[in-house]
């Protein structure tokens, strides 16, 4: 009796572990899948610049009017066509809003505004024999023409391939440009020391245009040059020529110093701009 009730017990026993081996398997949960943020260009960003500028090769050209006798001064002097190129650093600060019509890879319009100082400032001094047989008069010539500062409001549009965009940019350019120029005659020997008899001079804002373009890199969000916490730290290389057009400066006769001269002193503010750049993007819209 005592062995049969073992061997039902180990029977149900037996059965009981078939039965849960029958029973289906809990599977395991299937693996979250966190999809990779798609880096987009929209937004507004303000940053940074600096750089180096330069005019092209241009001339301040100088001619008589009014018959007044000062293209004889002029002549002498050699200053008819004279050669003013500047060069220096430039830089400043932009804020712009870019719009990217399809997040990850597609076309980028956007809107730019920048100020900069350019230390462009060419001061030129021709000394020449006054032609008139005395020895020891000379004719002295000072002129200066300079850009203090240069802005622009300009259009851009690019493409972005991720994180990397090139892009071409054109709009309207101003800045405050400086002209002045002096005539003066040195001689010693009748008790004349650099009297000056001629002079002119311009300081105006002055406008135009502005065209060039570039390329931006967006560094991942976590770098050590996030020092705003922004949603993006963009660098960027960019080309930019300007053109502000041409002046015309009046040069006349200083009174009580004769003789009379009138001329006019025709310059252009053109030139270039190589400049790196970094911006930090922000959620402001």
Do not use: C
């Amino acid at each position: 009796m005592k062995s049969l009730a073992t061997s039902l017990a180990m029977f149900t026993a037996l059965t009981a572990v078939a039965s849960a081996a029958d029973l289906p398997r809990r599977a395991a949960p299937p693996p979250v899948f966190t999809p990779v943020p798609v880096f987009t260009w929209t937004g507004a960003y303000f940053g940074v610049n600096a750089g180096y500028a330069w005019s092209d090769n241009q001339n301040i050209r100088s001619f008589e009017i009014n018959n007044s006798g000062a293209g004889l001064v002029i002549n002498q002097l050699g200053a008819a066509s004279v050669r003013s190129k500047q060069d220096g650093f430039t830089g400043g600060g932009q804020i712009g809003y870019n719009y990217q019509f399809t997040p990850g890879s597609g076309i980028v319009v956007g809107i730019e505004a920048d100020a900069a100082y350019t230390d462009l400032d060419r001061r030129r001094t021709r000394v020449v024999d006054a032609g008139i047989g005395v020895p020891g008069v000379t004719l002295i010539n000072t002129s200066r023409q300079s850009l203090d500062f240069l802005g622009t409001v300009r259009g851009r549009i690019g493409y972005a391939f991720d994180r990397f965009m090139i892009y071409g940019t054109g709009g309207f350019a101003y800045g405050n440009v400086r002209y002045q120029t002096a005539t003066s005659i040195n001689a010693p020997a009748f008790g004349i020391n650099n009297v000056v008899f001629a002079a002119g001079r311009s300081d105006s804002m002055e406008t135009g245009y502005a065209y060039g373009g570039g390329i931006e890199y967006a560094l991942p969000t976590d770098n050590f040059l996030n020092f705003f916490r922004s949603s993006a730290v963009t660098l960027k290389v960019e080309y930019l020529h300007y053109d502000l057009g041409r002046r015309n400066v009046l040069v006349a006769d200083v009174p009580s110093n004769p003789p009379t001269f009138n001329s006019i002193s025709r310059f252009k503010t053109e030139g270039n701009i190589v400049r790196g750049g970094i911006n930090y993007k922000v959620n402001w819209f």
